[in-house]
């Protein structure tokens, strides 16, 4: 069967990863037969600085919300898979009161 998982991010060449994602799959399979997993947190790059951009970048429900909408666009498909906070965000309240917290990209 091939490969049936790939996994990108947002911030991954500014957005760049994601549509090539959605291409090499637009062109070789059918959606129903892979999974797509993406990442959320850091802002994509847009000549803003994060501090500039608090909606944009972090874990707002604003900035979640806002950022699979263009990971939607960006991969060409109208659901995703598996969505994934990139790293934890120590600037976003609200962590204490989730039992569990899993980021592709913690330290232990």
């Given at each position: 069967m091939g490969i049936t998982f790939f996994d990108t991010a947002d911030s991954?060449?500014?957005?760049t990863g994601e549509?090539?994602?959605?291409?090499?799959?637009g062109e070789m399979v059918r959606r129903e037969d892979v999974v797509i997993?993406?990442?959320?947190s850091f802002a994509v790059a847009d000549g803003?600085?994060?501090s500039d951009r608090p909606?944009?970048?972090?874990?707002?429900?604003?900035a979640i919300?806002?950022?699979?909408?263009?990971?939607?666009?960006?991969?060409g498909t109208d659901y995703i898979d598996l969505y994934q906070i990139h790293r934890f965000?120590?600037?976003t309240p609200g962590a204490g009161k989730a039992r569990?917290?899993?980021a592709s990209s913690m330290y232990a």
């Open positions: 991954y060449s500014a957005g549509g090539i994602v959605a291409r090499a799959l997993a993406t990442k959320v803003a600085a994060r909606n944009r970048s972090g874990l707002s429900r604003k919300m806002t950022e699979i909408d263009h990971s939607l666009l960006r991969l965000d120590p600037h569990c917290i899993r």
